[in-house]
């Protein structure tokens, strides 16, 4: 499983359209700003994060990964 680039943008843009803040992510949710930098990178976040982001997003899992059969 690899995390999308595409995905990310959808993560950010529902974080505007609740007013929640990437300050907010860190210090009001737990999630670690590195953790924030390596979505930014396309790199590999834990399965708690995503648990964590879709719970804060209200969103499923399948609107932040998607499986890559290529790699």
Known sequence: MRYVND?????FRN????NITKYQLIFNHGI????????????AITTKTIDTLCFILECETSDIIKHDNSQ
């Open 7 to 11: 995905y990310l943008c959808s993560v």
């Open 32 to 43: 670690p700003a590195n953790t924030l930098q390596c979505m930014l990178n396309g790199e």
């Open 15 to 18: 974080t505007q359209k609740r």
